[in-house]
Each structure stands twice: as C-alpha cells, then as structure tokens.
C-alpha cells in the first residue's frame, strides 16, 4: 500500500489559498495524482493530461470553502479518469492487435516523490489485468487496494453506495488474484534470468529460448495495427520460441538491453541506432512466465533515445 499522510473527505475548517498556495498545495498532490490516473489510463500521456485539467479545475475552485485539498482533488482525479475511460471504450474496441499500456522508463519519472507513488503497483502485467476491469471496479480497486482510502472515503469519490463499493473492491481483488499469481523474486534473480533470455532472443536460438520459457508463458505484442506484431496472445514455449527465431533472421542488427520499465527491470530493443520495442516481463526467478512487447510507435514516441543511452 502506499502510506501518505491521512486523507479525510472532510475536515471541520474550510481553507482559502492565496494564488502561490494554489499551486504549491496542487504540486504536493501531482505525484499522487499522476499515479492514480497513469494506472488508471495506462498511458503517460494521457495521465499528464489529465493532470493539468484537475490543475484547472482546482485553481477555479481553490477559492471556495474547500475542507480537504487531498479529496477534492484525488475526487476531481478519479472522475476525470472515468470520464476518459468511458471515451476510449470505442476507441479501444477498435484497436488493432492487443493493447499493452505505453511503458515509462525511469527518466520519465520526475521526482522521487513520483517514484514513490508508482513503485508500487504499477508493473506492465498489473496494468494488462487492471484494463480487464470495468472502469469504476478498477477505480474503486486502486483506491482501496493501492492508495489505502478506506470504505467510506472511496463510497465519496465515486459518489456510490458504501455497499456497491465494497462489492466492487471485493469482487475486484478475487479477480486481479486470480489473473495475476505472484512471484517472489529476487533483483539478482530477475536480472540473472532476463540476461539470459536476451542473449538467446538476440542470437534467434529457438531451443535456448524455449529453455528460459515456463510452460505456460504467454506474450503480448502491441503494435497498434502500425508496426509488424503479433496480433494475438501466443502461448507455450514452443510458439514463442519459434517467434524469436523468425523475429532474429526478418530483422538482422536487433540489440537488447536491460533497462528499468516501469519500475522493474525490462529491456529496450534497438535495431540500427533506432527505438524497436520496449520489453517487459514476468518471473519466477527461474523461467520467463510472461513477455509484454510494446511496439507501436505512438506509445514509444516519448521515449527519448538519449534516455536508452548505455
């Protein structure tokens, strides 16, 4: 859970905020916010957006009698987010291949403040189970089960029923369970076994590969309908391994390196100088469980190649 300073839905004296109080009190908010809307929205983009319209509406609002600064603007955050959400149901229906959520690597993480609000939660592999979700199920999920807001205090945000929301969060929680097992895994475990997949996908070693692959790996690749990728969950080491044999021989010149994604340790792929894919993963610390490769160019454009420089 991420622990911050109790956040009541309301407080018995109201505050007014000088027009520098504004801003420095929505500052103090921003990291929370933007990882309360990056989760929600799975795109950085989006979020930072999204962001700056809770800006607005607070600084045209930060006059009134508001009680609680930290509720009225996770409240006006989660709302903006539904809203949003409810925008891109069609969009994303349409969507060509599977959709992954676009990847933030460390450089795009702006304070440590930031880091604290997406360390926890925020894998690549969370995010896909959280996009399983309806819209307020995953909201209410997040604030209950990630930013520690109890019953009540999430009932006022989402403007629900105590009861709704608790059958919300209930039947939330057993799905992402049983979508998501947990593995715990050492940093040294991780890193030993991601080195070695790297080397076999980049030599195109279709046994090597199938070697590092659990039974029952999967793998995800989102082009968006822009960019070659597979446009379905492949599944076994026996596909999988044969994609990297191909993928290997089609494009020649491919380098991976490990870098952090989305705060755990992924990989970039460069072919020629240039940004190919972004490669995150799932572990048991002995075998590749899962493998998110993100594609599409729209999602690696905020990807600055100075960033991925050794």
Same mark, same amino acid.
């Given at each position: ?22 801003? #420095? /009190? ?23 957006? $999204?962001?700056?319209? +809770?800006? $607005? ?18 409240? /006006? ?11 891109? !149901? ?9 959709? $992954?959520? #676009?990847? &933030? ?30 819209? #307020?199920?995953?909201?209410? *999920? ?14 006022? &945000?989402?403007? %629900? ?21 947990? *593995?715990? /895994? ?9 080195? !070695? *997949? $790297? ?7 279709? %046994? ?17 309908? %822009?960019?070659? +990728? ?5 599944? @076994? ?9 191909? &993928? ?17 340790? @992924? ?23 899962? &493998? ?19």
């Amino acid at each position: 859970m991420i622990n911050d300073t109790n956040l009541a839905v309301s407080q018995p004296t109201p505050v007014r905020f000088s027009m520098n109080r504004t801003a #420095e /009190v929505f500052e103090s908010h921003r990291p929370r916010l933007f990882g309360l809307a990056y989760r929600m929205l799975g795109s950085r983009a989006d979020a930072q957006d $999204l962001v700056q319209d +809770a800006y $607005l509406r607070w600084h045209q609002s930060a006059t009134d009698d508001i009680q609680s600064p930290a509720a009225f603007l996770v409240t /006006v955050t989660t709302r903006l987010c539904l809203d949003r959400l409810r925008e891109l !149901k069609q969009e994303r229906e349409r969507y060509v291949g599977p959709w $992954l959520p #676009e990847p &933030i690597v460390d450089e795009h993480i702006p304070s440590p403040e930031a880091q604290r609000e997406l360390a926890d939660e925020v894998s690549v592999a969370f995010l896909v189970v959280l996009e399983r979700l309806g819209p #307020e199920e995953r909201a209410a *999920f997040l604030l209950h089960e990630v930013f520690d807001y109890d019953y009540p205090e999430v009932a006022q &945000i989402l403007g %629900k029923s105590e009861p709704t929301c608790r059958q919300m969060i209930h039947r939330a929680r057993a799905r992402v369970r049983e979508s998501r097992p947990r *593995f715990s /895994v050492t940093a040294e475990s991780r890193e030993r076994i991601l080195t !070695k *997949f $790297l080397a076999a996908a980049g030599s195109g070693d279709r %046994k090597a590969v199938m070697a590092l692959l659990a039974e029952d790996v999967e793998y995800m690749a989102d082009g968006g309908g %822009k960019v070659v +990728a597979a446009l379905k969950v492949l599944r @076994g080491p026996e596909r999988i391994g044969w994609l990297y044999h191909c &993928i290997a021989r089609r494009f020649t010149g491919l380098t991976y390196r490990l870098i952090r994604v989305n705060e755990e340790l @992924g990989a970039v792929v460069m072919m020629d100088g240039r940004l190919f894919s972004i490669l995150s993963f799932v572990t048991d610390g002995q075998r590749v469980c899962g &493998i998110y490769n993100v594609r599409n160019p729209d999602k690696l454009g905020g990807v600055a190649l100075r960033d991925l420089a050794a």
